[in-house]
């Protein structure tokens, strides 16, 4: 049955962003719950009927909406096979946008150490 995403452009403080420090993510950022995300990421060369998905940060309460860089990470390099076979019933997947360079995998994401930096 078709179906469409609810938010196709990149939020303004998506962790998937290069730019974005998510120190600075806003309502109240947890560096453990955003480290337990990774249950939302496809493990390489494994198909698993018990899919997670990342929601945005941003999303209004009730209306809850996939995070855009999430999901283009795992439609492309993250290779998340369950999501991109629930994708092919998805009318507005090429209405993508992101918001510039974007990190290669989750643990990209994470806080650096200010020391590394």
């Not at 179906?3 to 947890?30: F, H, M």
């Not at 507005?92 to 918001?99: K, M, T």
Request: proline share 9%; net charge negative.
């Amino acid at each position: 049955m078709p179906w469409k995403l609810k938010r196709l452009r990149q939020c303004a403080k998506c962790p998937w962003k290069v730019s974005t420090d998510p120190r600075e993510i806003p309502n109240g950022y947890s560096e453990a719950r955003h480290r337990a995300l990774t249950s939302t990421v496809a493990e390489p060369g494994r198909i698993d009927d018990q899919a997670h998905t990342m929601a945005c940060h941003e999303h209004d309460p009730g209306e809850e909406a996939h995070c855009v860089g999430w999901l283009m990470n795992q439609l492309g390099a993250g290779n998340n096979i369950p999501l991109r076979i629930s994708m092919l019933d998805c009318e507005n997947i090429g209405e993508v946008q992101l918001d510039g360079p974007q990190h290669r995998c989750l643990e990209d994401t994470f806080p650096k150490d200010p020391d590394d930096e």
